[in-house]
């Protein structure tokens, strides 16, 4: 009887770099990536940005050449839903009715944006962004906008995806308005530093409506043609992006009976320091995973480029016996207009943070933002400054009281 293989569940970057880091050890048996998207897996952060805009092209999306899989005898089914888990006879089924057993199984499924079941949400124009296909057609859509020389979009949220197809929008000259559930965007950077976005924003000749309210979207023959607020008014869209978060995609965990963690520590699939999940051999990457940080005493669970980076490959060698626990800071980046942004580290309720302290200048946007708690640093933002992330990594784990007076100057 033939040995059952390794198998990946999902299409992002976890699923790539296990694959890739499986084979790079030295894991010569069968093995397979089952994907529900089109296909092979690849990394999401271009789609908001430089690939929405078409200054990229589609092979700048995969972390891994075509070629690669069949030179290292991997095989990938795309289009492939995978519909049960059953951990106790080590067998998916798919939505074709398809069976695959697995000898260990790695869940690396992500995550899918929250819907806005408003009247009007099933107009043509009434997008979402999160995979490759919704960004071809909401590029399509800005792109075609910018030749016929008038455009507006209306975003729908002020979180880091609307905040970056905002900026992609305006930088191909489309009118954009961003309708935000706060006072001010991106409130995981708390009130002061979503100030500095804001104003990089109106800046660059966005519209931003805080403290707003949605009610519908109003539509001429299919099409839609503006967004409904709760004071009555209509403003006028032709092109509408709902980007009001994702929720991790947990159904396959749930059903199969796999402990999952509770809201308040950041929910997804309870895992330990080695991302195994509480069934035997299943282990969970990526968006999904809520893993244990010793240096912040909770689970984390990240919706960001670097976790799927790291806990794909961190996985792949759990699977193959490591026990080292996950140890990274949670890292995400952001580029809009002329802004490049790094962030790392961690804040539970950047609006209740003790103190954020700035070195530089927020004004001429070039600063690193410090979120301390009893002068400890927790957290940091680096904008427009470059190659301190090592520095800023030690002085986290350190957990050591930083003098105000130090972090004011660790720009130099």
């Known amino acids: 009887m033939t040995e059952a293989p390794f198998v990946i569940v999902g299409g992002g970057l976890a699923a790539a770099r296990a694959a890739e880091t499986l084979r790079e050890a030295g894991y010569d048996r069968e093995l397979a990536i089952v994907t529900a998207e089109r296909h092979r897996p690849y990394e999401r952060p271009p789609l908001s940005k430089d690939y929405l805009r078409a200054e990229a092209d589609r092979t700048a999306l995969f972390p891994l050449d075509e070629d690669w899989y069949a030179d290292n005898a991997v095989e990938v089914r795309t289009g492939a839903a995978v519909v049960g888990l059953d951990t106790e006879s080590r067998r998916l089924t798919l939505a074709d009715g398809a069976v695959m057993h697995y000898a260990k199984l790695l869940l690396a499924t992500g995550s899918e944006p929250r819907a806005l079941p408003l009247p009007g949400a099933d107009l043509q124009g009434v997008l979402t962004l999160r995979t490759v296909d919704e960004a071809d057609l909401l590029g399509a859509s800005l792109r075609r906008a910018e030749r016929n020389g008038a455009g507006r979009l209306a975003v729908i949220g002020d979180g880091w995806i609307g905040m970056e197809v905002a900026a992609s929008a305006r930088s191909l000259g ?59 008014a209509t403003a006028p869209a032709d092109m509408v992006l709902i980007a009001i978060g994702a929720a991790p995609n947990l159904g396959l965990a749930a059903s199969s009976g796999i402990e999952l963690r509770d809201a308040g520590l950041g929910g997804g699939i309870a895992v330990d320091g080695a991302l195994r999940t509480s069934a035997p051999d299943v282990f969970a990457a990526g968006d999904i995973a809520g893993i244990p940080s010793a240096q912040y005493g909770r689970p984390l669970r990240v919706e960001h480029w670097a976790t799927a980076l790291h806990s794909g490959a961190h996985a792949a060698r759990a699977m193959l016996g490591s026990e080292e626990p996950y140890d990274r800071l949670p890292y995400f980046f952001t580029d809009q207009y002329d802004l490049g942004m790094e962030y790392l580290g961690f804040v539970a309720d950047p609006e209740t943070a003790d103190e954020v302290l700035v070195s530089g200048s927020t004004d001429d946007l070039e600063f690193v933002a410090f979120w301390t708690a009893e002068g400890r640093v927790q957290a940091a933002m680096a904008v427009n400054t470059w190659d301190r992330m090592d520095e800023v990594e030690e002085l986290i784990r350190s957990r050591r009281r930083v003098p105000a007076e130090e972090l004011k100057a660790f720009r130099g």
């Open 174 to 232: 489309l009118d954009v308005t961003v309708f935000g559930r706060g006072s001010l965007p991106l409130r995981v950077l708390g009130p002061r530093m979503g100030e500095v976005f804001a104003r990089l924003h109106i800046d660059h000749g966005v519209e931003l409506r805080p403290d707003t309210r949605i009610t519908g979207f109003t539509g001429s023959a299919g099409q839609v043609t503006g967004v409904r607020t709760a004071d009555g």
